[in-house]
């Protein structure tokens, strides 16, 4: 199944290694400034998730959903000979990263959930987002990429980045992407279609830091009812920043991964 993902991998496999999986509409690439600055100390390794980046067109659905997906990265990490590693993950990769903890949790030391949930509670509320999910799946293979990503970026939880200065350049490297494909990853990877993490969270022994920025008030509540449910999470909530905090704030990213990856 490791043949699913592109990926890039430092030379120093020598030092520990952080599998960095980015958010929807991203690519392992968005990692690229950050990994020059770990450089000296970590062995960082990057994906293209299913639907994202250079990883298209899977042959089935299938492929497209958390749990393989998630059995597709562990496969990659048996290939590289990675036994153990840290891990980070950001909103769409941070439900995954979650998911992998849960269920493998014997592969990573310590894991950094940035703007991310363990999904939704109910049956009910996942049917509901369901829903919204494939209106949203439907506008992105029906309009232009460029008008979806403007509308995108207009919800709330990304409100923080309007005054950004390289906004125009997120938005310019997003229509790189193949809509049909982040449609198919909507539809199977969408939080309306991941199991409930919630009730595993209380059994999780693997230490989290949960990042969440200021300004994105929806994802800062789910986190502190998170940290509430699990012993071994640490909250940091970062100021002036909104949902993409290692987009918008990437020193303060680096300074709170550091601190928290290092023996």
Not at 196 to 222: C, H, M, Q, Y
């Amino acid at each position: 199944m490791s043949h699913w993902f592109n990926y890039s991998v430092d030379k120093h496999r020598h030092q520990p290694v952080i599998l960095f999986l980015h958010g929807f509409m991203g690519s392992g690439e968005e990692y690229a400034e950050i990994c020059r600055e770990l450089a000296d100390r970590f062995c960082c390794l990057t994906v293209d998730l299913p639907g994202h980046g250079k990883n298209q067109g899977l042959s089935s659905p299938a492929g497209y959903t958390m749990s393989a997906t998630a059995q597709g990265l562990i496969a990659l990490l048996d290939r590289l000979k990675i036994d153990r590693c840290f891990l980070a993950g950001y909103s769409m990769g941070g439900r995954l990263a979650l998911y992998l903890t849960l269920n493998f949790p014997e592969r990573f030391d310590k894991v950094i959930l940035e703007s991310a949930s363990p999904g939704l509670k109910t049956a009910q509320e996942r049917s509901q987002r369901c829903q919204a999910d494939e209106k949203i799946a439907q506008k992105l293979t029906n309009i232009p990429l460029k008008s979806f990503l403007c509308q995108w970026y207009q919800q709330e939880i990304f409100r923080s980045l309007q005054q950004h200065p390289k906004l125009a350049q997120l938005i310019e490297r997003r229509q790189q992407q193949n809509p049909r494909e982040l449609a198919k990853s909507l539809r199977y990877l969408g939080t309306g279609n991941q199991p409930s993490l919630w009730e595993e969270l209380l059994n999780n022994t693997v230490p989290l830091l949960l990042l969440v920025g200021e300004a994105d008030r929806k994802f800062t509540a789910i986190n502190i009812e998170m940290a509430d449910r699990c012993p071994v999470a640490e909250l940091e909530i970062i100021p002036q920043t909104g949902h993409n905090i290692h987009f918008e704030d990437p020193k303060s990213y680096l300074i709170q991964l550091v601190k928290f990856f290092s023996p």
